[in-house]
């Protein structure tokens, strides 16, 4: 059921149900609970051949690339600053990964993940404080 509910809260509630799936044959996702759930969203599971990652090639490519991120950053012992000073706790560094993947130019597409995905980028901390970075008003505007 976590793996029901980290599907729900990181990929549902904010892209909406999937059309298609594609993934390996692990049994987190090959279950009869997750095939019963698939069924009742109309989504359709694609699934890898076994020892064949090329078939979720995409997918598989930005998993190497985000391992070597973070193999490099272990290995040359560098240090990442947290507020609570500093460590080498790799789990506390993945949403900075991602932040900086998904902000970073894509090689295929020419644009960036969050591009590509949400038709802008992000802000981040060392961009320019004065740059645009989208024409949408910001979410809290209109708010009460």
Known sequence: MDTALLFWNNMIS?????KI?????DPR???EFWTSLY???GTEISFSTAYHPQTD????????TMEDIIRRFCAYGMEYKAHEGYTHDWVTLLPK???AYNTSQNSTTGKSPSLVDKGWNPPIAC???DKKTSDHPPHSQGLP
Do not use: N, W, Y
């Open 97 to 99: 990964v991602q932040l």
């Open 39 to 41: 069924d009742i969203l």
């Open 21 to 25: 799936i594609i993934s390996d044959r």
């Open 14 to 18: 904010t892209c909406g149900v999937p």
């Open 57 to 64: 090639g995409l997918a598989e490519r930005m998993i190497q």
């Open 127 to 129: 961009g320019s404080p």
């Open 29 to 31: 996702f090959t279950s």
